[in-house]
């Protein structure tokens, strides 16, 4: 695989990322580790990834996940199996610079230089600010060196990356078939038979019932609950110790400098006359003249200025308000004609997009923030956190002084706190009075009763926990949930019975010579209009089926032959026409589809270099995880 590389590295190749180094920001994980940092955690080629790395990058994961799940995370956090991915995206970025040092792969300072100058966070007013960029690691914990050596290893995959996606290539007829299935239109005629029609019918015997209970007892589980005595360390008790100075707050202003400046900025609304591209000089005269009469209209109308988009009408218009905008973060022609409108102006500018006529709605002039007005937020902000560490380094002493034999009891009395104990608590149950905990069932995991487990963190301060009783996962005896599997027994059975309903009446139509027409007859029966592959038939939830099932069938065999499951129910469904891409539809779309089928074959090629590596790799799991 490797030579198969070096011999396409000349040709066309794109950027794909294939596991960027994250920045060591410091995020917090919520349980404090006690394991020996320089513990290996596996060998990938006798080359060791430390437990520590392995902690680090599992933070960065369990934050990422924090943000797209937001508050669904805690509940759903046990079935993401977050440190099994965590252990694999540092073998496979392990592996991927293995390859790339194998291969040759470098990356000069100058290359370095260049993308350092290039990145928006450090520059101001478009240019490279040095003390910006001095700020943002100073704020991350980070040196140049270690900055600028994670922006090599990120130079280097992307490097690799283009080596990788080179080798992808995509033919004429690979081309011309794609264009004819995916422009094809299908329309047909269906019917839902929901489960819930034949409810009415369903029966359950209590033979039923305990066969079914007997069957999916898992379904039926309460889960393992934990019980614990602790101490909590509160916030309040270390702010009057907190000492910050002028000059620490003077610091953490210079530090957050970026939060208390405010951009240049513009308010605009545009009505956009899309273009495709590349746009013949047809298309292009078109657009620019209903762009202009839409100008002429907006300078002369007193409807409102968006309006005028509904008024025009056409599939090729999109209008709407884009907010606030600052300089840099559109393309440049949008930004140079939207920063020299005054608000209340309107005008015209060409994109790739198309043709915008643009309206400023109000202008925000770029500010900073004196530190004089922030000064006292600041210094609460501080004094924050300096008790929470305060807290947290008490709260590891009273954890040392646990594992060496003090009851909870004598630690209380000694920092005059109270015990608590919690009730029994699965891993998806909020804590009554420890608002804010983050990986508590992970801190005792492994814990017998009487143990303590690792310092944690909540809203209001830290906590010392032991474990007083695991109780394991059981099953509710059936008495206890008969209802449930009552319901559960009827609702399989009404499926069961919508699925029969819908053989029987595919059956019937089977011998029809237009089994649409016929199905189109029946009660309840509808017909689609000209469907492409991602188009949704409106009304029908299960639409995706129904297209699918559709698009699959042969016009000689126009009836699907057996009924289609959705969760409402079972499709009964027919084609009635298939309907093939004019020659101008393959041309308008031409570029569009290489350019999706290419990233697509790049991202397979990819995919099978990293199976590659890591079929030949020598991977040996040296810590438990």
Same mark, same amino acid.
């Given at each position: 695989?490797?030579?198969?590389?070096?011999?396409?590295?000349?040709?066309?190749?794109?950027?794909?990322?294939?596991?960027?180094?994250?920045?060591?920001?410091?995020?917090?994980?919520?349980?404090?580790?006690?394991?020996?940092?320089?513990?290996?955690?596996?060998?990938?080629?006798?080359?060791?990834?430390?437990?520590?790395?392995?902690?680090?990058?599992?933070?960065?994961?369990?934050?990422?996940?924090?943000?797209?799940?937001?508050?669904?995370?805690?509940?759903?956090?046990?079935?993401?199996?977050?440190?099994?991915?965590?252990?694999?995206?540092?073998?496979?970025?392990?592996?991927?610079?293995?390859?790339?040092?194998?291969?040759?792969?470098?990356?000069?300072?100058?290359?370095?230089?260049?993308?350092?100058?290039?990145?928006?966070?450090?520059?101001?007013?478009?240019?490279?600010?040095?003390?910006?960029?001095?700020?943002?690691?100073?704020?991350?914990?980070?040196?140049?060196?270690?900055?600028?050596?994670?922006?090599?290893?990120?130079?280097?995959?992307?490097?690799?990356?283009?080596?990788?996606?080179?080798?992808?290539?995509?033919?004429?007829?690979?081309?011309?078939?794609?264009?004819?299935?995916?422009?094809?239109?299908?329309?047909?005629?269906?019917?839902?038979?929901?489960?819930?029609?034949?409810?009415?019918?369903?029966?359950?015997?209590?033979?039923?019932?305990?066969?079914?209970?007997?069957?999916?007892?898992?379904?039926?589980?309460?889960?393992?609950?934990?019980?614990?005595?602790?101490?909590?360390?509160?916030?309040?008790?270390?702010?009057?110790?907190?000492?910050?100075?002028?000059?620490?707050?003077?610091?953490?202003?210079?530090?957050?400098?970026?939060?208390?400046?405010?951009?240049?900025?513009?308010?605009?609304?545009?009505?956009?006359?899309?273009?495709?591209?590349?746009?013949?000089?047809?298309?292009?005269?078109?657009?620019?003249?209903?762009?202009?009469?839409?100008?002429?209209?907006?300078?002369?109308?007193?409807?409102?200025?968006?309006?005028?988009?509904?008024?025009?009408?056409?599939?090729?218009?999109?209008?709407?308000?884009?907010?606030?905008?600052?300089?840099?973060?559109?393309?440049?022609?949008?930004?140079?004609?939207?920063?020299?409108?005054?608000?209340?102006?309107?005008?015209?500018?060409?994109?790739?997009?198309?043709?915008?006529?643009?309206?400023? %709605? *109000? +202008?925000?002039?770029?500010? =900073?923030? $004196? @530190? #004089?007005? &922030? /000064?006292? !937020?600041?210094?609460?902000?501080?004094?924050?956190?300096?008790?929470?560490?305060?807290?947290?380094?008490?709260?590891?002493?009273?954890?040392?002084?646990?594992?060496?034999?003090?009851?909870?009891?004598?630690?209380?009395?000694?920092?005059?706190?109270?015990?608590?104990?919690?009730?029994?608590?699965?891993?998806?149950?909020?804590?009554?009075?420890?608002?804010?905990?983050?990986?508590?069932?992970?801190?005792?995991?492994?814990?017998?009763?009487?143990?303590?487990?690792?310092?944690?963190?909540?809203?209001?301060?830290?906590?010392?926990?032991?474990? %007083? *009783? +695991?109780?394991?996962?059981? =099953?509710? $005896? @059936? #008495?206890? &949930? /008969?209802? !449930?599997?009552?319901?559960?027994?009827?609702?399989?059975?009404?499926?069961?019975?919508?699925?029969?309903?819908?053989?029987?009446?595919?059956?019937?139509?089977?011998?029809?010579?237009?089994?649409?027409?016929?199905?189109?007859?029946?009660?309840?029966?509808?017909?689609?209009?000209?469907?492409?592959?991602?188009?949704?038939?409106?009304?029908?939830?299960?639409?995706?089926?129904?297209?699918?099932?559709?698009?699959?069938?042969?016009?000689?065999?126009?009836?699907?032959?057996?009924?289609?499951?959705?969760?409402?129910?079972?499709?009964?469904?027919?084609?009635?026409?298939?309907?093939?891409?004019?020659?101008?539809?393959?041309?308008?779309?031409?570029?569009?589809?290489?350019?999706?089928?290419?990233?697509?074959?790049?991202?397979?090629?990819?995919?099978?270099?990293?199976?590659?590596?890591?079929?030949?790799?020598?991977?040996?799991?040296?810590?438990?995880?």
């Amino acid at each position: 695989m490797l030579e198969l590389m070096r011999k396409h590295a000349g040709s066309w190749v794109i950027k794909i990322l294939l596991g960027a180094i994250a920045l060591a920001f410091a995020l917090s994980w919520g349980v404090s580790s006690y394991y020996s940092q320089q513990q290996v955690a596996v060998k990938v080629n006798q080359e060791p990834i430390t437990m520590a790395q392995l902690q680090e990058e599992l933070n960065n994961l369990t934050e990422e996940s924090r943000r797209q799940f937001g508050a669904q995370y805690d509940r759903i956090a046990p079935l993401l199996n977050l440190k099994e991915r965590a252990l694999q995206r540092l073998v496979e970025r392990t592996l991927l610079f293995q390859a790339a040092r194998e291969m040759g792969v470098t990356v000069s300072d100058q290359e370095i230089r260049r993308r350092l100058l290039a990145i928006p966070n450090f520059q101001a007013g478009g240019q490279f600010d040095f003390k910006r960029y001095q700020r943002a690691l100073a704020q991350n914990r980070m040196t140049p060196e270690s900055f600028e050596s994670s922006l090599r290893g990120q130079l280097t995959l992307e490097k690799l990356s283009s080596l990788v996606a080179g080798a992808a290539a995509l033919s004429p007829l690979e081309l011309e078939q794609a264009l004819s299935d995916g422009l094809t239109k299908v329309r047909g005629a269906y019917l839902l038979v929901t489960n819930d029609s034949q409810l009415a019918k369903a029966q359950a015997t209590p033979e039923e019932l305990e066969a079914y209970y007997q069957q999916h007892k898992r379904d039926y589980l309460v889960p393992e609950k934990i019980s614990f005595s602790y101490l909590v360390f509160p916030l309040a008790n270390y702010r009057d110790q907190a000492r910050i100075s002028d000059e620490d707050v003077a610091d953490a202003y210079e530090r957050d400098y970026a939060r208390y400046v405010q951009a240049e900025a513009v308010r605009v609304s545009h009505i956009l006359v899309r273009l495709s591209d590349p746009a013949g000089p047809t298309e292009e005269a078109a657009a620019k003249q209903k762009a202009e009469e839409l100008l002429a209209k907006a300078k002369q109308s007193k409807e409102p200025f968006l309006a005028l988009a509904k008024q025009a009408g056409g599939k090729d218009l999109e209008n709407g308000d884009l907010g606030f905008i600052q300089r840099g973060q559109t393309v440049a022609p949008f930004e140079e004609a939207a920063f020299a409108l005054e608000p209340g102006q309107v005008g015209l500018v060409r994109s790739p997009f198309g043709w915008h006529v643009i309206k400023a %709605e *109000e +202008r925000r002039q770029a500010s =900073v923030t $004196p @530190l #004089e007005k &922030v /000064r006292g !937020e600041l210094k609460a902000r501080l004094v924050e956190a300096q008790a929470r560490e305060r807290a947290e380094v008490a709260a590891e002493a009273a954890f040392n002084q646990a594992n060496r034999g003090q009851t909870l009891a004598d630690l209380a009395a000694k920092h005059k706190l109270s015990v608590t104990k919690s009730p029994a608590v699965s891993s998806d149950q909020p804590i009554p009075g420890l608002s804010g905990v983050k990986g508590l069932f992970e801190a005792f995991e492994g814990l017998t009763p009487g143990q303590a487990a690792p310092v944690f963190s909540f809203e209001n301060g830290s906590v010392l926990a032991v474990l %007083e *009783e +695991r109780l394991p996962e059981q =099953v509710r $005896p @059936l #008495e206890q &949930v /008969r209802e !449930e599997v009552r319901l559960a027994v009827l609702a399989a059975k009404a499926q069961e019975l919508a699925r029969q309903e819908a053989a029987k009446l595919i059956a019937t139509l089977a011998p029809e010579k237009d089994p649409a027409a016929a199905l189109a007859k029946k009660p309840g029966a509808k017909r689609t209009a000209w469907l492409g592959e991602e188009d949704t038939v409106e009304g029908l939830a299960s639409s995706p089926a129904l297209v699918k099932a559709l698009f699959l069938r042969p016009e000689v065999r126009p009836l699907v032959a057996e009924p289609v499951p959705t969760e409402q129910g079972f499709l009964v469904a027919a084609l009635s026409g298939k309907q093939a891409p004019s020659p101008q539809a393959k041309e308008e779309k031409r570029q569009e589809f290489s350019q999706a089928l290419l990233a697509q074959r790049q991202r397979q090629l990819q995919e099978t270099f990293v199976a590659d590596l890591r079929a030949k790799a020598d991977i040996r799991l040296l810590s438990k995880l």
